[in-house]
């Protein structure tokens, strides 16, 4: 297995490596950089998305009605995160569909203030009938600060081919 850490496409004034079907391999695992979750994401979120549960925006209901004790970052919050820091790494620059999501799980909770990030292994790739093009499906292993798995998920990604 190949293993690329915190893969930050452009940062730091560096060029960005064109990431197209071929340079993926299967068991090949980036990491991606870590990234802070804070009560302002959290509040932009739940404005944004409607999900006004007391679970995430009532600190005392949390502290004192929930098994968590404190308040949480909604699941699918910390999937945008987390897929925004994906695309942070360049690899989908030559998407060309972002085809499925599946088997999301949130194995434990984040609450502000946890910093997480996602292990991407590439679990299959296969050609398309359509030239040009090839289907990536990745494994998505998101961790917090303290290396606690948080969330796991697949996606299925069309990507471009490298021009000939």
Same mark, same amino acid.
């Given at each position: 297995?190949?293993?690329?850490? +915190?893969?930050?496409?452009?940062?730091?004034?560096?060029?960005?490596?064109?990431?197209? #079907?071929?340079? #993926?391999?299967?068991?090949?695992? $980036?990491?991606?950089?870590?990234?802070?979750?804070?009560?302002?994401?959290?509040?932009?979120?739940?404005? #944004?998305?409607?999900?006004?549960?007391?679970? #995430?925006?009532?600190?005392?209901?949390?502290?004192?009605?929930?098994?968590?004790?404190?308040?949480?970052?909604?699941?699918?919050?910390?999937?945008?995160?987390?897929?925004?820091?994906?695309?942070?790494?360049?690899?989908?620059? $030559?998407?060309? +569909?972002?085809?499925?999501?599946?088997?999301?799980?949130?194995?434990?909770?984040?609450?502000?203030?946890?910093?997480?990030?996602?292990?991407?292994?590439?679990?299959?790739?296969?050609?398309?009938?359509?030239?040009? $093009?090839?289907?990536?499906?990745?494994?998505?292993?998101?961790?917090?600060?303290?290396?606690?798995?948080?969330?796991?998920?697949?996606?299925?990604?069309?990507?471009?081919?490298?021009?000939?």
């Amino acid at each position: 297995m190949r293993r690329v850490e +915190a893969d930050t496409a452009g940062s730091a004034g560096h060029e960005a490596k064109e990431w197209y #079907f071929e340079d #993926f391999e299967v068991a090949q695992t $980036h990491t991606t950089m870590g990234r802070t979750l804070t009560e302002a994401d959290v509040m932009t979120f739940v404005g #944004f998305s409607g999900i006004w549960e007391e679970i #995430f925006i009532n600190a005392e209901y949390a502290r004192e009605r929930t098994i968590f004790k404190a308040r949480v970052v909604p699941g699918l919050c910390i999937l945008s995160a987390v897929e925004g820091l994906y695309v942070l790494t360049g690899h989908t620059r $030559h998407g060309r +569909a972002y085809l499925g999501l599946d088997e999301l799980r949130l194995s434990a909770p984040v609450v502000c203030g946890d910093t997480v990030r996602a292990e991407v292994t590439v679990e299959s790739m296969r050609p398309t009938k359509r030239a040009g $093009h090839g289907i990536l499906t990745l494994r998505h292993r998101v961790l917090n600060q303290d290396g606690v798995e948080v969330m796991t998920y697949k996606t299925t990604r069309m990507m471009e081919r490298r021009p000939k």
